[in-house]
């Protein structure tokens, strides 16, 4: 016996506690997830909407210009898909499997209902998600809410690459930033093949960004704020925000970084820009 489960055996018997190990929670097989078997009561939510982008590419920007609608509560990056559930005994699953609920089911209860209560705290009437990881799982995020609207932000990949790089240059150099970030551009280009959504490009957002809003808000069905220009609080410096820093400080839309050239591109990137229509 180690002196591990000794200390720990001890802790049972004279404190009424143990330690155990946390478990990863195991993900439910893709053939578990399916819709709501009752939209009406299964989902709280109306039309959410998610962005969809790599990382780095103005996502920060667009969830601000979006927050200040006045019937748009986008909060910072929720990550409600890493939220699992798991049955802590064979009867637990049984009485959740006789309500008609697996484990996929379940998750998605949960996933509605933090993103519910946060909406319902705002006041307002829908609820915008930017979390970029979200385009690895976008089509159980679309199984969950079927009614969900998706906007696709798109932005030069070799500027991503560059921002991803700069924003960490301890932690990567710059091949290994524009290969991680290449992995959430290929993951937003499936997104964009396998759903229905609208592309907006950071490029554009930064020069025309009434333009641009104007068209999420038709996407969207709601009518245009002029509140979505001028978003920022003056004097608040919010941290990590890389290129856009300034743009919420100040609260007005900059343009961003001149694009690179073809030569300033990595061959790496090259193919997603052609994808793109930046080459």
Request: hydrophobic share 40%.
């Amino acid at each position: 016996m180690t002196w591990q489960t000794k200390l720990n055996s001890a802790l049972g018997r004279y404190a009424g506690v143990r330690f155990e190990r946390v478990r990863k929670a195991t993900p439910p097989p893709e053939s578990a997830v399916r819709p709501p078997a009752d939209p009406a009561t299964d989902r709280l939510l109306t039309e959410p909407v998610f962005i969809l982008s790599p990382v780095r590419s103005g996502s920060t920007l667009l969830r601000a210009m979006l927050d200040a609608h006045p019937l748009l509560h986008a909060p910072h990056e929720l990550h409600v898909r890493r939220l699992s559930v798991g049955f802590g005994t064979s009867l637990a699953r049984k009485a959740m499997e006789a309500l008609g609920h697996n484990q996929a089911d379940l998750e998605h209860l949960l996933w509605d209902r933090v993103l519910h209560r946060e909406l319902v705290r705002s006041g307002k009437q829908y609820i915008v998600d930017k979390t970029p990881a979200n385009s690895f799982a976008y089509q159980r995020i679309a199984t969950c809410w079927p009614d969900a609207r998706f906007v696709f932000l798109l932005r030069h990949p070799a500027s991503i690459a560059t921002s991803w790089y700069e924003a960490s240059p301890d932690k990567r150099t710059r091949a290994e930033a524009a290969a991680d970030a290449l992995r959430y551009m290929k993951a937003v280009q499936r997104a964009r093949k396998g759903l229905t959504g609208l592309t907006v490009r950071y490029e554009s957002l930064t020069t025309d960004p009434e333009r641009e809003t104007r068209a999420i808000c038709e996407f969207l069905s709601i009518p245009w704020a002029p509140e979505m220009l001028d978003y920022g609080q003056p004097g608040v410096i919010r941290k990590g925000l890389g290129d856009w820093q300034d743009k919420i400080r100040s609260g007005t839309v900059q343009p961003g970084r001149d694009l690179p050239t073809p030569e300033e591109i990595p061959e790496i990137l090259k193919p997603m820009c052609q994808s793109w229509g930046y080459l």
